[in-house]
């Protein structure tokens, strides 16, 4: 495929080895897909031009936001990668609401905002992943208990479909496309821009860390303050030490300077053993993963392969699934600077209908982020197989995938995964992006 055969556009059109050989990496590492060509749209009007031309010729094509994908999702061999980070910035906070382009990251996102004193109510735990990006699969972070997902926070969507025709869509107007498109995994249209919800934002975070040594007392005080709703964050860690694991719920109050938070009322009846406290700006809290990033890039670690898997629990097998798979765990299992991520979230707060959840109360987010070896290709398939099993084992149990994982999912494994939701899913991925050529990363086929 060449640049000749492409209508004219106003962005870069690029066939240098610099442009594919980037755009077949992702944070994953593990699947590398060359595309035949890379793209940087300079508007909405070269997206479209851009899927008109290879709908009618059969190409597939791929969006990438800040390729922060673990396995391939945003990538396609031989086919046309859109760079959506490309398209020129337009952000512009209009009463409680900000509209930007879909490649924005939520870092930029938040310094739109944040001088208005409004923020977006769910933030991921990394900043520079791009809206689009955390859209198509949901967006979940500390305060989803709270506020949802942030796909539950978007108002609008402007989106190319697969054939190249641009609509505006929400709750109110085209719903089914709205519908189809947050957390549908890019499979309906390209998002070129969101429209979201804002609320106040607070000055500061006041954050604790509260460190268990006993996983029933710390999942009994995680469904208690998740419950309760009495912290605005509430996430938890689980940490190796000397053979065994210890448990950290991370907990944080937002405040303004005149009304401190409560520390007696927030630390109430709950049985930690140690603690940490710290107090921030609300930026700095948000932005927390910054110097531990600098540090991974400076050692090299950040470029690592990475088999992150995101599942969650039903409430009934948490305990039992969590201690089975930490019995299994060890250094060679998680790599030096791989982590687990266990927390709750609030199913009635869920209300996005591809946003898959086990049923009950509570769905646990329990993801364990291991970190594989640049140069043993059969360590990492071994990481791999741990991810197939421990889905299998999660599924069997009533559980879900949170949908960006290192796992190779097949298109019957998706079709079980949105279960009763599939057919509407399906139905709008033939009428709006036929031949399954939008995101073949994602590898849900239909027809
Ligand atoms: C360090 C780190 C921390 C993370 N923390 C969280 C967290 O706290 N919470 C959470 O929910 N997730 C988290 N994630 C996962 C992350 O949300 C997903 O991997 C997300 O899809 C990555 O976004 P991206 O901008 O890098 O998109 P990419 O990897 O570039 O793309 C992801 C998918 O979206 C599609 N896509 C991209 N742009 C568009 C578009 N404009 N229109 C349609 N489809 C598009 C791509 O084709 C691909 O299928 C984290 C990931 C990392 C690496």
């Known amino acids: 495929m060449t640049d000749e055969i492409l209508p004219a556009i106003a962005g870069e059109i690029l066939a240098g080895e610099a442009a594919l050989s980037a755009a077949g990496r992702d944070w994953g590492n593990l699947i590398h897909a060359r595309p035949g060509l890379v793209v940087r749209p300079a508007s909405v009007t070269d997206v479209a031009v851009v899927l008109r031309f290879a709908a009618a010729r059969g190409l597939p094509v791929a969006a990438r936001g800040a390729g922060h994908s673990p396995y391939g999702q945003g990538q396609v061999e031989g086919g046309i990668v859109l760079d959506m980070t490309a398209l020129p910035p337009r952000r512009v906070v209009t009463g409680d609401l900000v509209s930007v382009d879909a490649g924005a990251r939520w870092r930029e996102v938040l310094e739109t905002t944040l001088p208005y004193g409004l923020t977006p109510p769910v933030l991921t735990d990394y900043l520079d992943l791009t809206v689009a990006g955390t859209l198509v699969v949901g967006g ?3 305060a989803t208990h709270h506020h949802g997902t942030q796909t539950d926070c978007v108002v609008e969507l402007e989106v190319v479909t697969g054939t190249g025709e641009v609509l505006t869509c929400s709750r109110d107007t085209d719903r089914e496309l709205f519908d189809a ?12 821009r969101a429209t979201l919800r804002l609320i106040p934002a607070p000055a500061r975070a006041r954050r604790w860390k509260l460190y268990y040594d006993s996983l029933p007392a710390f999942l009994a005080d995680q469904r208690a303050v998740v419950g309760d709703g009495r912290f605005d964050y509430v996430e938890g860690q689980l940490i190796p030490v000397d053979g065994g694991w210890r448990y950290m719920l991370e907990a944080v109050a937002y405040y303004s300077p005149a009304d401190g938070p409560d520390e007696a009322a927030l630390l109430d009846s709950l049985e930690f053993g140690e603690s940490e406290d710290e107090d921030t700006t609300y930026f700095d809290f948000l932005n927390r993963m910054a ?29 039992e ?6 019995a ?3 250094e060679a299992e998680l790599g ?25 109360e509570f769905s646990w987010l329990f993801s364990p982020l291991r970190t594989g070896s640049p140069d043993d290709p059969l360590h990492n398939a071994r ?6 099993d421990l889905h299998r084992r999660a599924r069997g149990l009533g559980g879900k995938v949170y949908p960006s994982n290192t796992l190779p999912m097949t298109a019957e494994d998706w079709r079980e995964h ?25 590898r849900l086929m239909v027809g």
């Open 418 to 442: 949105f279960g009763p939701a599939w057919p509407k899913l399906a139905d709008a991925k033939a009428r709006y992006a036929p031949g399954n050529l939008l995101n073949p990363g994602q």
């Open 181 to 192: 498109v947050l957390g549908g995994l890019g499979q309906c249209g390209v998002i070129t």
């Open 336 to 360: 030096a600077t791989g982590l687990i991520l266990l927390y709750p979230v609030r199913n009635d707060r869920l209300k996005t209908p591809l946003l898959r959840v086990p049923p009950g």
């Open 321 to 326: 699934v969590v201690a089975e798979t930490l």
């Open 383 to 388: 990481l791999i197989e741990l991810n197939v």
């Open 140 to 142: 979940i972070g500390g």
């Open 291 to 319: 110097d531990g990033e600098a540090a991974l890039r400076a050692e090299g670690d950040w470029f690592r392969p990475h088999v992150w898997l995101n599942v969650f629990l039903t409430d009934g097998a948490v305990e």
């Open 328 to 330: 299994a765990t060890g």
